[in-house]
């Protein structure tokens, strides 16, 4: 049964066609909207590689179904920066030699994005606390949580200018 | 390396800079292409259906009623394999479908194309499959002493190699023994297996996209099976997530391809995470003894030792991890004598082959607990026995091999017992639950805490081994200023690509080197595995803009009418070294000019063991010392690890921040296997498939690293560098459970250490 709605997705309204029924946000964004930067890794919100934000709210998009998504504020790893630039996390994952594969790197991206909304200063077991849901087989994460204390040292010295 | 050819002025992104990678800013951005990231109009969804049980007769298989499902394009079974039936590594044993009998849970059966992954469910649970269930062999101990009859047509043993060495009835006054044991680990890389076939109009050929650790060991097989000739299957390296062994074996690559050359249209087949934990290889488990004679101040005189490593139902490498298992028994310290007996054998288990570390992870595992023994048993500290102990240069394997490489073992063990201890106290500074075993939700009792300290030392190979000619092929092309390199070394995320930049920035004082597309266009580069790339890949880029650059001196010779001897590189320009104000910027050099030299790299030949386990059968070696540091509650049965030290000989930091990430990164998969990680088996079945229950390290389970790189250039490493990959995993582990031995006293042989083995 084919199924027909849109979805708000980095600001732009798209509209779903011939989708089947109980398809995940995950697939209908890659496979229905053509957006790849969204990472299944296990499809059990188990590993974050598929993290979008769903109203400014972290979430799993392999968890979620897409037609129940519809007038939400969907933001993925393709609306976190302006086309053509990197955010301050982007760039700092790249200097602090927190990418291996990358498979891991946008939901990444995505969950320390919504942490530093969270919390300013975090610490170091603050910041293993709010990524624990994220799975990286390859850095061992020690690079990883140096690019976002970076970033977070960054901004409180920028005075909360957000790049 | 000394290299007459550079002055010292160099620009950034050099050897030895920390440069960040090529792909990086694609990646963060969600940018970068990885094999599940193709979508291509008109393509068709592959899927897979696996047998059930871990050993039966097919008595039938009827795929008729999954053709009664619309969108149905394509069902494939054994029947329809029109090359070989089977394939491997190393043994061609493993059929492409199951066709009389399964073997494995998990074992293909039948491949269908359907226009949607539903229809490929439907349609795979529409096909008939009647088993006539046969006794399985998941006792590995059953295959050693023949009580089974054989499972395949090649038998139960896939290899037993035994190591002879000096006199086999020494003996000392210290004798400690032990028995240890390893559950199975899995890669379990983030990017799951995906590809992508396009056939050739009238199914003359096809083309992969493919993540992959080996481009052209794919290659020879799939065109094996396939029937095709190998220059009618073209193999193009996808966006890899991770790999750390698991794909170093074929999975869906034929499957994919001859959905594609049935149905003449494009076929995507993607695993989910069950899937990949039942189609791709895993680490062995491992049942190992061991005895160790020493004289009464620690020096040992003779090792036994007995390994039995589960090879599951086809042979995969498993040959190659028996070797590399038993001749790393003694780990990095000096012995004389030795009786050695290993089997890696056949049974209705998944299959297993490689896994970073790829046989050593278990023999470390094994010779480690077994000098902690011996320091009890002589009253010394787990640094004095391994400094006792340390190997050298020059110092002769138990296979009769001479050390040729650095061998700066008693460095490693002394740089890492000097990095500092974690300040941090039981529990951490503050109240914070995080910082104790088990984090917040598993309340464990602060004043139980016990806190250890444990070691691990290593020895591990690199490159391939016993004869085998692991060569790489790199091409580099020098025109209008710009360097483009080509080959097919896998980037599985490892940073191969970084490197190649790095080394062609360097010699030829350009700053823009473009990387060619990885296919098997040009010749093989071998796997992405073995510790090999830097070195092999390395050496085959570094010889091929050697040559590049030989041509550009001899082009500015000619301009200037100077011996091409006396030219150098200089910061971005050629300069006569006997005459610096003669200089020309490269780009101006090769301004309507281009030159380009394709090189293979060979390392020096190795030869096979003979049946007492004697030749000069690796390559080189590299070493690495690990101490960890846990609290564990020894009531609960929860484990922290609060700190991992290391101290690695690297030979040269070609790139120190990639450095780090590979030690970091395999430190993490050596906790995994120390604390948590494990497929549990279950009569043949895995009884987690999922990353609800197998569990992965986390952020939090994670420590900080601190680490001490050890540079000794090693001579006959073309860079000077060693590989990175393998050991940082490797005596991790060992580390880890030594550490927990300490802080509880309990004699622990097994991994991973699970909350029963420690509270029990
Ligand atoms: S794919 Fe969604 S959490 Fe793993
Ligand atoms: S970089 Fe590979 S999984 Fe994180």
């Known amino acids: 049964m084919a199924e027909f709605y849109s979805l708000r997705v980095n600001g732009v309204d798209r509209e779903v066609v011939d989708a089947q029924l109980g398809e995940s946000l995950l697939f209908v964004l890659r496979e229905r909207l053509g957006l790849l930067g969204t990472k299944g890794a296990c499809e059990q919100g188990e590993c974050g590689s598929c993290s979008v934000l769903v109203d400014g709210e972290l979430v799993c998009a392999c968890l979620v179904l897409a037609a129940a998504q519809s007038g939400r504020d969907i933001v993925s790893i393709e609306g976190i920066a302006p086309a053509g630039v990197s955010t301050d996390v982007q760039q700092a994952f790249v200097d602090a030699g927190a990418v291996q594969c990358g498979f891991c790197t946008p939901g990444l991206v995505m969950a320390a994005h919504s942490l530093l909304e969270r919390i300013v200063d975090p610490t170091d077991t603050e910041i293993r606390e709010e990524l624990s849901g994220n799975i990286c087989r390859c850095t061992g994460y020690g690079r990883l949580v140096e690019a976002v204390a970076n970033v977070a040292k960054t901004r409180i010295a920028l005075g909360g200018n957000r790049g | ?760």
Not at chain 2, 293 to 308: C, L, M, N, Q, S
Not at chain 2, 365 to 386: N, P, T, W
Not at chain 2, 428 to 454: C, E, N, Q, S, V
Not at chain 2, 478 to 501: H, M, R, S, W, Y
Request: proline share 6%; aromatic share 6%.
């Open chain 2, 1 to 760: 390396m000394a290299d007459s050819g550079v002055a010292t002025r160099q620009r950034p992104g050099r050897i030895g800079d920390s440069v960040v990678r090529p792909d990086g800013r694609e990646k963060v951005r969600g940018e970068f292409r990885f094999s599940s990231d193709l979508p291509v109009e008109g393509a068709l969804w592959g899927a897979t259906l696996r047998s059930v049980h871990p050993h039966a007769r097919i008595k039938r298989l009827d795929v008729t009623p999954a053709w009664k499902i619309p969108g149905v394009e394509a069902i494939i079974t054994a029947d329809d394999v029109p090359g070989k039936s089977t394939y491997g590594l190393i043994f061609a044993d493993q059929p492409v479908f199951a066709s009389e009998v399964v073997r494995y849970v998990g074992e293909p059966l039948a491949a269908v194309a359907a226009d949607h992954p539903e229809t490929c469910r439907k349609a795979l649970e529409a096909i008939i499959v009647e088993y006539e269930l046969l006794d399985p062999l998941t006792d590995p101990e059953r295959a050693v002493d023949g009580s089974h009859p054989p499972i395949h047509p090649d038998g139960n043993v896939i290899r037993h190699q035994r190591v002879l060495c000096g006199d086999p009835d020494a003996t000392g006054p210290v004798v400690v023994e032990g028995f240890y044991e390893m559950g199975m680990q899995d890669q379990a890389f983030l990017g799951l297996e995906a590809a992508l076939a396009l056939p050739d109009p009238g199914g003359a050929g096809v083309e992969l996209h493919v993540a992959t650790q080996a481009m052209h060991e794919d290659l020879h097989q799939i065109a094996a099976c396939l029937g095709l000739p190998e220059d009618k299957v073209r193999l193009i390296l996808a966006g890899v997530g991770g790999a750390f062994g698991g794909r170093e074996d074929l999975s869906l690559q034929v499957h994919t391809c001859l959905l594609a050359l049935r149905t003449g249209r494009p076929v995507r087949v993607h695993y989910g995470r069950e899937e990949s934990f039942l189609g791709h290889i895993h680490r062995h488990p491992a049942r190992m003894w061991m005895r160790h004679h020493a004289t009464a101040d620690g020096r040992i005189i003779k090792i036994e030792a007995r390994f039995v490593l589960d090879g599951g139902a086809y042979a995969s490498t498993s040959s190659a991890v028996l070797v590399n298992a038993v001749t790393h028994t003694q780990g990095p310290y000096v012995c004389e004598n030795a009786v050695v007996d290993g089997w890696s054998v056949r049974t209705n288990n998944p299959p297993c082959g490689a896994m970073r570390g790829f046989g050593v992870v278990q023999a470390c595992f094994a010779h480690e607990g077994q000098m902690d023994k011996l320091a009890a048993a002589c009253g010394l500290s787990a640094v004095e026995i391994r400094l006792r102990n340390a190997m050298r240069t020059g110092d002769r394997l138990i296979t009769g091999q001479v050390v040729e490489n650095v061998a700066p073992v008693e460095r490693c063990i002394r740089e890492t017992d000097a990095l500092p201890l974690p300040d941090e106290p039981i529990g951490g500074f503050g109240d914070d639950p995080m910082r104790l075993p088990g984090g917040a939700g598993l309340t464990a009792d602060r004043g139980h805490i016990r806190r250890g300290i444990g070691w691990g030392v290593a020895i591990k190979n690199m490159m391939y081994s016993e004869g085998f000619d692991d060569y790489s092929t790199a091409r580099c092309s020098l025109a209008d200023g710009v360097a483009t390199l080509k080959f097919a070394t896998a980037e599985v995320g490892q940073g191969f690509v970084t490197i190649a930049q790095q080394i062609a920035r360097t010699l030829l004082g350009v700053d823009d080197v473009q990387l060619d597309r990885i296919d098997t266009t040009i010749g093989s580069a071998g796997s992405t595995s073995a510790s090999r790339q830097t070195w092999m890949s390395g050496g085959a880029v570094d010889m091929a803009c050697r040559r590049v650059r030989e041509r550009l001196f001899e082009h500015v010779g000619r301009m200037w009418s100077v011996d091409p001897i006396r030219l150098v590189v200089d910061g971005d320009s050629v300069v006569d070294s006997s005459d610096s104000s003669r200089r020309i910027s490269v780009a101006d050099a090769t301004a309507g000019q281009r030159f380009e030299e394709t090189a293979e790299y060979h390392h020096p030949p190795t030869e096979p063991l003979d049946e007492n386990g004697q030749g000069d059968c690796h390559t080189a070696f590299a070493f690495v010392a690990h101490r960890a540091v846990v609290d564990v509650d020894p009531e609960l049965g929860l484990v922290k690890v609060i700190q991992v030290a290391t101290a690695q000989d690297i030979g040269v930091a070609l790139n120190p921040l990639s450095v780090v990430g590979q030690l970091e990164g395999g430190i993490a998969q050596g906790l995994g296997l120390a604390v948590m990680e494990e497929i549990v088996m279950q009569d043949g079945k895995i009884r987690n498939p999922s990353f609800t229950d197998y569990l992965l390290p986390t952020f939090l389970d994670m420590p900080p690293v601190v680490a001490s790189l050890i540079e000794e250039p090693d001579p006959r490493a073309p860079l000077g560098a060693k590989g990175i990959g393998e050991p940082p995993c490797i005596s991790v582990t060992p580390a880890i459970v030594a550490a927990i031995r300490d802080a509880i006293g309990k004699d622990l042989s097994r991994v991973p250490v699970r909350p029963q083995d420690i509270c029990l």
